[in-house]
């Protein structure tokens, strides 16, 4: 069916929204870090709010399954060949900078965010430095590092939900640990966030130490971390306590030199999945600890 839904899809989103920019036959492997997923009918990229919420609000009313994406880090897609669009944000790349504040848009990377703050003497973004990611991801998944996360310099955020645009404060966001409102569906468009005035060789010194930090992370296809820290516990220590590192399911196996990430040569999503029941399964037999995926599955819906 591939073939001829994106065919039909792609010929009907290009007559009604002209200045959409769409793609046939999307490889997610090629565009998740773990570097495994079948294809995508079709690929979607709005340049702003409005056209996010025109075609969000056409998807809906055509019963057309979608899902979202941005770097394609800590995402799990499936094997399958997918009959849906996939909404990317790679258009959304505002970067603004007025009075105490900064807005990105869900597109632009941890990369451009530390750059642009940095050069308007904006301190507190270093922890950024080197995740592969977007601002839209990073929001959704209140992406961090221990002892601090985007929530801690999010005002708000603007979003499309149901169709409508809508604009997020704080404390409607709803962010908890690897959570927030943003992954029920909503779109994240951009943020405004706290522009806090550093000298720059506070930033350099910050950006020098989380950069020589990430040094020590694993190399090769990942997800980044697989599962969230549970309360006063190291996930990846649990899972080497299990004696897990190395533990392989077909194409993918527990790093050796971290236990939270899965390291993919090869295999297929269902080897990576298959790895993520093994390991929650053993640490839960072995500790009693239920181990939370830090990682989205990512599933095309139709949303109504």
């Known amino acids: 069916m591939i073939h001829g839904f994106n065919l039909g ?25 773990i570097g495994c997923g079948g294809t995508v009918a079709v690929s979607a990229s709005p340049s702003d709010a409005e056209e996010a919420s025109e075609l969000l609000a056409y998807l809906l009313g055509s019963g057309i ?24 944000t790679d258009r959304l790349t505002a970067l603004l900078m007025g009075g ?15 750059r642009f703050a940095r050069g308007h003497g904006v301190g507190g973004f270093e922890p950024f430095t080197g995740i592969p990611m977007t601002v839209g991801g990073a929001v959704t998944m209140n992406a961090g590092v221990p002892g601090w996360h985007i929530s801690d310099v999010v005002i708000r955020v603007l979003a499309v939900q149901n169709g409508k645009i809508r604009s997020f404060p704080l404390e409607m966001c709803a962010f908890g ?15 405004l966030f706290r522009a806090e005035p550093a000298s720059k060789e506070r930033i350099a010194a910050n950006t ?3 950069r020589e930090r990430r040094k020590s992370l694993p190399k090769g296809r990942s997800m980044g971390c697989t599962f969230v820290n549970p309360e006063g516990r190291s996930a990846g220590e649990l899972i080497e306590s299990c004696g897990l590192k190395g ?12 236990a939270n990430f899965i390291i993919n040569e090869g295999g297929t999503a269902a080897d990576v999945a298959a790895l993520i029941g093994r390991v929650r399964g053993e640490v839960l037999a072995k500790t009693g600890i239920s181990l939370r995926e830090e990682i989205r599955r990512l599933t095309f819906d139709v949303h109504t």
Do not use: M
């Open 9 to 33: 899809v792609s010929a009907l989103l290009n007559e009604r929204f002209p200045w959409l920019k769409t793609e046939e036959n999307v490889s997610l492997a090629r565009r998740t870090t």
């Open 100 to 114: 105490n504040c900064i807005f990105a848009g869900a597109g632009v990377t941890g990369g451009a965010l530390c």
């Open 65 to 88: 399954p979608y899902a979202f994406l941005g770097a394609g880090a800590n995402t799990l897609p499936q094997d399958e060949d997918i009959d849906g669009v996939l909404i990317r």
């Open 247 to 258: 533990f392989r399911e077909g194409g993918a196996h527990v790093s050796e030199v971290h």
């Open 208 to 210: 020098a130490r989380y």
């Open 177 to 191: 640990e690897k959570k927030s409102v943003f992954q029920e569906g909503i779109f994240v468009v951009g943020a």
